[in-house]
Nanobody, 122 residues
Framework: VQLQAFGGGLVQAGGSLRLSCVASGLTFDDYTIGWFRQAPGKERERVSYITNRDGSTYYDDFAKGRFTISSDKAKTTMYLQMNNLKTEDTAVYYC????????????????WGQGTQVTVSS
């Protein structure tokens, strides 16, 4: 199983980025997949997740209204559209997959992708 994250970069505050996570070696519908992030000196925190079987989504409070998660089953790819980025969104973003339906907790992640750096400048 492999999760490959793409799309990070440097953007000014107020700008947008779209992260992608390509999954291979797993049955996409069997997993809840999502994003975590970790800023320097801080603990990793969850951002958002999607349950592929029914398409239900969840956003942590700081992501609501600014971030949108989606997935393309045909491409086994998950996306995170991030709009109105703030400097506090600067972090390494990780995609993750769990077999627990409808929830994504870092303690129960089955697979992690490599991180992609997002830097938001003021």
């Amino acid at each position: 199983v492999q999760l490959q994250a793409f799309g990070g970069g440097l953007v000014q505050a107020g700008g947008s980025l779209r992260l992608s996570c390509v999954a291979s070696g797993l049955t996409f519908d069997d997993y809840t997949i999502g994003w975590f992030r970790q800023a320097p000196g801080k603990e990793r925190e969850r951002v958002s997740y999607i349950t592929n079987r029914d398409g239900s989504t969840y956003y942590d409070d700081f992501a609501k209204g600014r971030f949108t998660i989606s997935s393309d089953k045909a491409k086994t790819t998950m996306y995170l559209q991030m709009n109105n980025l703030k400097t506090e969104d600067t972090a390494v973003y990780y995609c993750a997959a769990s077999t627990i339906r409808g929830a994504l907790d870092s303690d129960f992640v089955d697979y992690w992708g490599q991180g992609t750096q997002v830097t938001v400048s003021s």
